[in-house]
């Protein structure tokens, strides 16, 4: 009886570690972004939602409302939520526009940098980004 105990007490260690995704919660932060552009800057609300993957790995959604209606661009971001932290991001929608974006957290909230990868592989800047948790 202990011997079987033991093997299902080691199974489920196995389970939980193959599985680190279901070990760790999502982190959803709340702010804004701003577009900079040369006809006026445009800003809106911005949401991220990150879902661990890794150590220090996330995969990211970013959810926001553009010219032509409510976006979710997806990608991957790694580094800390106490520290720098930097993620490749996909447009929606079929485009086949890439961006990047880098910047830190300071007493719980992110400021950032979005810029985009033009056709060529150029990263141009596009803006900044503030995110903070949710909670209130």
């Not at 010219?67 to 990608?75: K, M, N, P, R, V």
């Not at 007493?107 to 800047?125: A, E, L, M, Q, Y």
Request: glycine share 16%; hydrophobic share 35%.
């Amino acid at each position: 009886m202990t011997r079987r105990i033991r093997w299902f007490a080691l199974l489920g260690v196995f389970f939980l570690a193959a599985m680190p995704g279901f070990a760790a919660d999502d982190v959803t932060l709340e702010g804004g972004f701003v577009w900079e552009r040369e006809d006026g800057d445009r800003s809106g609300d911005l949401k991220a939602i990150l879902t661990p993957t890794g150590d220090g790995e996330w995969s990211v959604a970013f959810h926001f409302e553009w010219e032509d209606g409510a976006h979710i661009y997806t990608g991957t971001c790694s580094g800390s939520l106490d520290g720098e932290l930097s993620g490749d991001i996909n447009a929606d929608g079929g485009r086949e526009m890439k961006f990047k974006f880098s910047g830190a957290f300071e007493d719980g909230t992110f400021s950032g940098t979005h810029n985009f990868v033009t056709k060529d592989g150029d990263i141009k800047r596009a803006g900044t980004l503030t995110l903070g948790s949710s909670e209130s």
